[in-house]
């Protein structure tokens, strides 16, 4: 009793420290260091990050005239951005829209910068869960708000430049990447999976059909959410996948990685022999198979 009473108040304190302060600095397994939770400019000009975002912050060449258009409505939004401090998009984009911002004039208040996760139980979260229920499922993530309400995203990276990309969001005419992750996601928060699985081979698999970029596109998705615990969400998911993209190994790979997790030991043994059926050669599924009979002696 003891010793679950001293694990409960270590992770109390930890949670505690985490929702306290920012530019928590972390080391991973293998020595290199990430930031998690909410992070300011201070804590990404610093340690091992200082690299990266000065050296891409510098070398930014803004549109100065692009910025003077959209310098005043900027001022009415407030922006939260989602990054990983271990990714390549995040250290290439995240100093560029700082300079953007700087440029701008945009007061840094208005700005909430947080830094997420890449292990297998933290996927793409932030110890304190700002995250949660927000659809990150790529990052950065750059969310405009205005008046308390999301206007828009831009999604890993602008589609055609920050200036651009948020001169659209000003004037209504933005369609952020990942339509298709954004629009599944939508419908499950709205109808629920239960209610999707009714409509799914009508609507749901000819529209994703049209708006996917391929096959990892949903892929992340899922993961994000069996990550997340939200083992119902990603079944699902990783199910409609496998409508879309039949023919691929790596989407029957991952429904059944679901499954295994779901201890459904039956569905999972199917779909990785399914991935065998498409590709021989993959190595995987070998190794899942057999981990799989162990589970179920």
């Not at 694990?7 to 293998?30: E, G, H, P, R």
């Not at 081979?201 to 615990?229: F, I």
Request: hydrophobic share 35%; aromatic share 12%.
């Amino acid at each position: 009793m003891k010793q679950t009473v001293t694990i409960i108040t270590f992770l109390f304190c930890l949670n505690y420290s985490f929702s306290q302060s920012v530019n928590q600095l972390v080391i991973d397994d293998k020595g290199k260091e990430k930031l998690l939770g909410k992070i300011n400019r201070e804590g990404l000009q610093q340690n091992s990050f200082k690299n990266w975002f000065d050296k891409n912050y510098e070398t930014y060449i803004t549109n100065n005239k692009a910025i003077k258009t959209i310098k005043k409505d900027l001022n009415e939004y407030t922006i939260k951005v989602f990054l990983g401090t271990w990714c390549g998009d995040s250290k290439r984009e995240v100093p560029r829209f700082y300079k953007l911002l700087d440029q701008a004039n945009f007061p840094e208040d208005q700005l909430e910068v947080i830094a997420l996760d890449r292990t297998q139980e933290a996927y793409k979260q932030s110890p304190t869960g700002e995250e949660k229920d927000m659809n990150i499922h790529r990052v950065p993530t750059f969310v405009f708000y205005k008046d308390g309400k999301e206007v828009n995203r831009i999604v890993e990276s602008p589609k055609e430049t920050f200036e651009r990309d948020i001169a659209n969001i000003i004037k209504g005419k933005y369609r952020s990447n990942y339509q298709a992750a954004n629009y599944l996601d939508m419908m499950i928060k709205q109808y629920g999976v239960k209610a999707l699985k009714n409509m799914e081979d009508d609507l749901l698999v000819s529209r994703l059909s049209e708006m996917v970029k391929g096959s990892r596109e949903l892929n992340t998705l899922g993961y994000v959410n069996l990550r997340a615990g939200n083992t119902e969400k990603a079944l699902y998911i990783f199910g409609l996948n496998t409508k879309i993209f039949p023919y691929r190994a790596n989407v029957y790979d991952s429904l059944g990685e679901a499954y295994f997790d779901a201890k459904n030991y039956k569905a999972a043994l199917g779909h990785y022999y399914k991935v065998l059926t498409i590709d021989s050669e993959d190595k995987n599924a070998p190794l899942m198979i057999e981990k799989i009979r162990e589970a179920m002696n």
